[in-house]
C-alpha cells in the first residue's frame, strides 16, 4: 500500500487500513428463465434482478477483512450496468459494504468484455483501492474474464479463483484452486483478486443491515463524471459483435429408467450395446 | 386504493427468506415432536427481525404493522413456523403504548437486543378461556406496594423460552367492580426470578403441533410495584391493543402458509401424472387449489387493510379480526387441498406438507376462536343480539 493514500497514519497502522472495492453485477434471479432479446441480441434483464452470486461471495470476503482488521477501512461496491442494477448493490450495502458507486450511462448499454473493463477500469482508477475483488464469473454470460481484463488495463497482479484469501504485510496471498489441487499465490497490493464460491459462507442481510443500507452512499455516475470517452464504451467501444444467437441444442432422446431393481443392469445394456464399456 | 409494487417490502421479504433458506424442512421435522426451534429463533432475534415493530429509539427497526407483518408471512410461506417466535415481536407493544418512561427504557432494549425474551402472554386460564373477564388469577396488592399473586394460567406458549412474561391478573374482585373488564391489571413479571424463587412452575403440554406451549402455576409470585403496567384495574384494556396486532400478525403468518400450500400443490399437480395425464388437468383436484387461491387474495386485501387502518391510528379490531377469520380459513383451504393434491405422499413426513397441514391448523383457534370473530361481527358490528 502506498503511504500518499494514508496521510498522518502511523506505519503499524496503516497495514491494517484499506480500501476494498467490490466490483458486482446485477443478473436475471436464477430461478427465472433467461430470455435473449433478438433485436438486441443481448439479454433481456427486464425482470427481477439479483446480486450475482459469485460476487455476494466477494462481497463477504471484503467484510471480513474489514472485520479482521478491527472494522477499519471501507468496502466500495462498484458496477456497471442500468441504474436498476443499485437495487441488487443494496444487497451488497445491506450485507455491510459502504457505499455503491454504480456507472450508468446510456453510451455505455452492450458493452462487451473490452468496453465493460474498459469503463470499470476508469472507475476503479478514482477510487485507489488496495484490494480489487471480483467474483470469479457471472451466471449469465459466465464469462470469467473480465478481472483479467482489468487488471490489465490497470497494470495491476491478479490472482483468480482465490478459494482462500489472506492479507498480510501489503500482500494478497491466495489458495488458488486447481484441476488437482491448490497453487499458492501472492500478489504485492494493489491487486485484483477473483473469488470462487469456494472461499466462505455469504452472510445474508440483517434487518438493520437492510434498513440501513438505503441511508448508505449510493453515487450513480456517467461516462463523463469517471473521465471516460464515450467511444470507447458501450457498442460503440466493443471489439466483438455477436452475430447470431441460438438456444442450445435439445439433448435429443432420453432414456428413463424407473428402478424396479433392475437399473444397473438396464444401464450397463445400455452401455454395452453402444460400446461404451 | 394504491397497490403499487413496494421495494422496501420486497426488500425485507428477500432478506426473511435468505435467513429462511437456512432452516430448510430437515431442520423442523427433526426438531419434531417438541423441541424448541432455538437456533432459527437466534438467528431471527440476532438480525433483529422479531424487534420490527420496537422504535429505532428503543433499538429497534420501527417499522410498520405491514412491514411486520410481511416478515411473518415470508417465514411461513418459506416453510418455517412463526409460531416459535411471533410473540417477541408483539407482546411488547402493551409495554410499549401502556409502559411508563422507566419500562420502556429499562425493557424495551433488552428486548430488542435478545437479551431479554418477552413471548409468553399470561392470559387463559383452565376455568376461563375465551371468556377472559372470568380470570381467576389474583395480584394482591400489598402494604409495601407490592404485589403477591396466585393462580393458574393454561396454553401459555414458550414459556419455557421466554425469561419476560405479561401476565393478566384480576387485582379486584369481580363481584366487586361496576363491569366486569374492569378491576383487571396487567404485569411484567420476571419469570426467572420466579422459577428460582420456587413460586412458578411450567409444566409442558404436548399438542398435536410442535409449539411450546405450557401450563404456568403461581404461586406465590411476588412482584415488586413497578412490576404493574399501565393503570391498575385497567389491563384488560391495555392487552386489547396488543391483541389485535397479533391478529394482523397471525393473518399474515396463515397468508404465508397458504402461498407455501398453494405452490406445492400447483407444482405437484403439473408434474405427477396419473392415468396418463398430470392430475391437475382433472378439475377435481385443480379447482380446490384455485379456490383456495382465490381465498388467500381476499384474505390478503383484508390483511393489509387491517394493518394500515392500525398504522393511521384508526379504530381496526373488526378488521384485524376478520383479516384473521378469512386468512386462518384460506390456509386451512389451501392445507387440505395440497394434502387431497399429493395424496398418499402428503401424509408422509418428508414432504412437510402434515407437519405444516398440522400447524396452520391452530389458527382456526387461537389467538382466538373464529366462532368469536363471527359472534364480534354479529354483535359488535351488526349490531344483532348477543349469541353466548
Redesign the interface.
Known amino acids: 500500500m502506498s503511504d500518499n493514500r494514508r496521510p498522518g497514519v502511523p506505519d503499524g497502522l496503516d497495514s491494517l487500513i484499506m480500501k476494498i472495492a467490490v466490483c458486482v453485477k446485477q443478473v436475471p434471479e436464477a430461478t427465472g428463465q433467461r430470455k435473449i432479446d433478438p433485436s438486441s441480441k443481448r439479454l433481456d434483464r427486464s425482470g427481477e434482478g439479483a446480486l450475482n452470486q459469485y460476487d455476494v461471495n466477494a462481497v463477504e470476503e471484503a467484510l471480513r477483512i474489514k472485520e479482521a482488521n478491527g472494522d477499519q477501512g471501507e468496502v466500495v461496491l462498484i458496477s456497471l450496468g442500468p441504474e436498476s442494477a443499485l437495487?441488487a448493490m443494496?444487497?451488497g450495502l445491506?450485507m455491510g459494504a459502504d457505499r455503491a458507486v454504480l456507472v450508468s450511462d446510456a453510451a455505455a448499454a452492450g458493452s462487451d468484455l473490452v468496453a465493460t473493463s474498459y469503463a470499470l477500469a476508469q472507475a476503479l482508477a478514482r477510487e485507489s483501492a488496495d484490494l480489487i475483488l471480483f467474483g470469479q464469473q457471472s451466471n449469465d454470460s459466465d464469462g470469467a474474464l473480465l478481472w483479467a481484463a482489468v487488471a490489465d488495463r490497470l497494470k495491476l497482479p491478479v490472482i483468480s479463483q482465490a478459494a482462500e484469501l489472506t492479507i498480510a504485510g501489503g500482500k494478497a496471498r491466495a489458495k488458488r484452486q486447481t484441476e488437482f489441487g491448490y497453487d499458492v499465490v501472492e500478489a504485492t497490493l494493489p491487486a485484483v483478486v477473483a473469488v470462487s464460491d469456494a472461499i466462505n459462507e455469504p452472510r445474508?442481510?440483517?434487518?438493520?443491515?437492510?434498513?440501513g443500507?438505503?441511508k448508505k452512499p449510493q453515487d450513480i455516475l456517467s461516462l463523463a463524471d469517471i473521465g471516460a470517452e464515450t467511444g470507447r464504451a458501450g457498442e460503440a467501444g466493443s471489439r466483438t459483435e455477436v452475430l447470431t444467437l441460438n438456444a442450445p441444442p435439445s439433448r435429443g432422446s432420453s432414456q428413463k429408467i424407473e428402478d424396479d431393481g433392475s437399473a444397473a443392469e438396464q444401464i450397463l445394456a445400455f452401455l454395452v450395446e453402444r460400446k461404451l464399456v | 386504493m394504491d397497490f403499487t409494487f413496494d421495494p422496501d417490502l420486497e426488500e425485507i421479504r428477500t432478506g426473511v427468506r435468505d435467513l429462511c433458506s437456512k432452516f430448510p424442512g430437515e431442520y423442523w421435522r427433526a426438531l419434531e415432536p417438541s423441541t424448541y426451534p432455538s437456533e432459527f429463533v437466534d438467528a431471527l432475534t440476532q438480525d433483529g427481525w422479531l424487534a420490527a415493530l420496537i422504535p429505532e429509539q428503543y433499538g429497534g427497526a420501527g417499522l410498520t404493522m405491514t412491514a411486520a407483518s410481511v416478515i411473518m408471512e415470508e417465514i411461513n410461506a418459506s416453510g418455517c413456523n412463526s409460531g416459535a417466535c411471533h410473540a417477541q415481536m408483539y407482546t411488547m407493544g402493551t409495554i410499549l403504548r401502556h409502559g411508563s418512561d422507566e419500562q420502556k427504557q429499562h425493557y424495551l432494549p433488552k428486548i430488542a437486543s435478545g437479551e431479554l425474551r418477552l413471548q409468553a402472554f399470561g392470559v387463559t386460564e383452565p376455568t376461563a378461556g375465551s371468556d377472559t373477564t372470568k380470570i381467576s388469577t389474583f395480584a394482591e396488592k400489598r402494604a409495601d406496594g407490592s404485589w403477591l399473586v396466585n393462580g393458574q394460567k393454561i396454553w401459555t406458549s414458550r414459556a419455557e423460552h421466554s425469561d419476560l412474561m405479561l401476565l393478566l391478573a384480576r387485582t379486584t374482585p369481580a363481584d366487586q367492580v361496576e363491569k366486569r373488564t374492569d378491576g383487571i391489571s396487567t404485569f411484567i413479571v420476571d419469570m426467572k426470578a420466579a422459577l428460582t424463587a420456587g413460586t412458578m412452575t411450567i409444566r409442558p403440554i404436548k399438542t398435536l403441533m410442535n409449539h411450546a406451549t405450557t401450563e404456568v402455576f403461581l404461586d406465590g409470585v411476588e412482584l415488586p410495584a413497578e412490576a404493574l403496567v399501565g393503570v391498575e384495574g385497567q389491563g384488560f384494556k391495555a392487552i386489547l391493543g396488543g391483541m389485535n396486532a397479533e391478529r394482523i400478525l397471525i393473518a399474515a403468518e396463515c397468508i404465508g402458509d397458504s402461498r407455501w400450500f398453494i405452490e406445492k400443490a400447483a407444482a405437484y399437480s403439473n408434474e405427477r401424472e396419473v392415468f396418463g395425464r398430470k392430475i391437475g388437468a382433472n378439475q377435481g383436484v385443480q379447482f380446490p387449489i384455485a379456490r383456495a387461491y382465490a381465498a388467500m387474495e381476499a384474505a390478503n386485501l383484508m390483511r393489509y387493510k387491517a394493518a394500515w387502518l392500525y398504522e393511521q391510528g384508526q379504530a381496526h379490531g373488526s378488521e384485524a379480526n376478520m383479516a384473521k377469520l378469512l386468512a386462518s380459513e384460506a390456509s386451512w383451504a389451501a392445507a387440505n387441498a395440497c394434502l387431497d393434491t399429493h395424496g398418499g405422499f402428503g401424509f408422509a413426513e418428508e414432504y412437510d406438507i402434515e407437519r405444516k397441514f398440522r400447524e396452520t391448523r391452530l389458527y382456526s383457534v387461537a389467538p382466538v376462536s373464529n366462532n368469536l370473530v363471527l359472534a364480534f361481527l354479529g354483535q359488535n358490528v351488526l349490531g344483532m343480539p348477543r349469541s353466548y
Not at chain 1, 204 to 211: A, N, T, V
Open positions: 437495487d443494496r444487497k445491506a445474508y442481510p440483517s434487518l438493520k443491515g437492510i434498513m443500507a438505503k
